[in-house]
């Protein structure tokens, strides 16, 4: 199975969205080699600017960049984009509703040696409470790459969560992405996985063991988690009556809520969650921390057998 | 030197921004007339001899630009907006209330003008450094003009963007410090000293510049030195009066947050005839 990270597939992205838009700045926190932003620094470095372990900083300077008609891309980890600089964001770019593209690598537990202080599991949550801040958690190299266009094209702020690990490529060259819409990856009639980021491949895997005993379960992706396409979630839970959701994020605030809320308002049906349950992370390989932590595909099947049951 | 007639425009201007910053804190019951009073000169100057802006078009894509870092400040920013004829100036004493274009902090969304949200402390500064960036990008040659509170530079964020602004030669970049002394809890000095701040500015790699803030021929010299300053950043540390002009107010720390009642507007006003 081909595999990339989706901060590879950012820094590629963006080299190739600043040969078409010279609008397009970069700015880093002295973390280019890891976001991936070095790549256009290396080809643009009239258009890059390294503003140094200062996230603050690179977050007010962003918002002064898009107040100049510029596009900028503010990268750092997510920890540090979403925690140091959340008064940033909140205030100098949500609240003016600035032009920043905010693109946060090392989101999540697969950072994985660097441990708990790093791993950022309360960004989506963080973000999507900030009025008119668009938030995408894409799936995968493709989906990045269409992400980190139409994330160029949209006017307003707009935070996108990228990963460290290579992750399985789902998509092919045919995939739309667009913001705002969710994309049924796979059709079924007994549940329903919703899952966002490095999770939609758990949850394919997942899908394909239930069939093997019996269970028809349909998988959402969501990449956008706000605007949440409200609809496909209504419709998808109309079809099957039960619901589990699956994020590398705490289960407090992240899509897990996002989904609730919008069933508990529409169309109430059995729902578990799969995600990081109220804890911080702690330093171990990606794949020994999505063990510990039950991020694994057995994890979400467990959850369907559980809501099934409920039904 | 200004020649005489300028130099008494600016001063019945910087007159006129203190009367509308009384009667519009007035009127609202609450805002910041302290550090509004403080700067009214030094807004004075910049709205009426120094910068190039275009009330009808705000949007003009080669003004200068002007950023209050200390948002709380927004009473004087608001009168030196409205008397260069941005909005009416009626609208001033619609300060703080509901449906009001005029917020409590300045609001780039909602005020023409007005060209970066503030409020918290140590945000505008970082956005003129990305402003100043992408003026030197584009091959302008408009300036950046903002200003800092005293209490302000008690954020760190302040001097992330002073090490940015110096790192990247931002000589279009031109930084007021209106240093008044006092803060909400009292004496600068006493609650965190941020002092030695000439020193503290010229290690950051910033060209320092002190004056008197309410001596229009000071503020005029510095500016047109600030001007001439080549591959580095200008910080002109303006020596200042919390609530200058209203003799009850003057060094009041307790003046920074509170509203005058109507007899002390009355009284207020008298005194800024």
Known sequence: ?311 | MMDEQQLKFIEEKAKKLRQHIVKMVGAAGSGHPGGSLSAADILSYLFFKEMKVDPENPRWSERDRFVLSKGHAAPVLYAALAEKGFFPVEDLSSLRKINSHLQGHPDMKKTPGVEMSTGSLGTGFSATIGMALAAKLDKKDYRIFVMLGDGEVQEGQVWEAAMAASHYKLDNLIAVLDYNGLQIDGNINDVLSPEPLNEKWRAFGWEVIEIDGHNLEEIHMAFTKANEIKDKPVMIIAKTIKGKGVSFMENEAGWHGTAPKPEEVEKALLELQ
């Open chain 1, 1 to 311: 199975m081909e595999k990339m990270a989706t901060r590879d597939a950012y820094g590629k992205a963006l080299v190739e969205l600043g040969k078409i838009n010279k609008d397009v700045v970069v700015l880093d926190a002295d973390l280019s080699g890891s976001t991936k932003t070095a790549g256009f620094a290396k080809e643009f470095p009239e258009r890059f600017f390294n503003m140094g372990i200062a996230e603050q900083n690179l977050m007010g300077t962003a918002a002064g960049f898009a107040a100049s008609g510029k596009i900028p891309f503010a990268s750092t980890f997510a920890i540090f984009a979403c925690g140091r600089a959340y008064d940033q964001i909140r205030n100098t770019i949500g609240y003016p509703k600035l032009n920043v593209k905010i693109a946060a690598s090392h989101a999540g537990l697969t950072v994985g040696e660097d441990g708990g202080s790093h791993q950022m599991l309360e960004d989506i949550s963080l973000m999507r409470t900030i009025p008119g801040m668009t938030v995408i958690v894409p799936a995968d190299g493709v989906e990045t790459k269409q992400a980190i266009f139409a994330a160029s094209e949209h006017q307003g702020p707009v935070y996108i969560r990228l990963g460290r690990p290579s992750i399985p490529i789902i998509f092919d060259d045919r995939y739309k992405f667009e913001i705002g819409k969710a994309s049924l990856l796979k059709e079924g009639k007994d549940v329903a996985i919703i899952a966002t980021g490095i999770m939609v491949a758990e949850a394919l895997e997942a899908a394909k063991e239930l069939e093997a005993q019996g269970i028809e379960a349909a998988v959402l992706n969501i990449s956008t988690i706000k605007p949440l396409d409200k609809e496909a979630i209504i419709q998808i839970a109309q079809k099957t009556g039960a619901v589990v959701t699956a994020e590398e994020h705490n289960i407090i605030g992240g899509l897990g809520s996002a989904v609730a809320e919008v069933l508990v308002e529409n169309y109430p049906v059995p729902m578990e969650r799969i995600g990081v349950q109220d804890t911080f992370g702690e330093s171990g390989k990606p794949d020994e921390l999505l063990e510990k932590y039950g991020l694994k595909a057995k994890n979400i099947i467990g959850a369907c057998q559980k809501v099934l049951n409920r039904k």
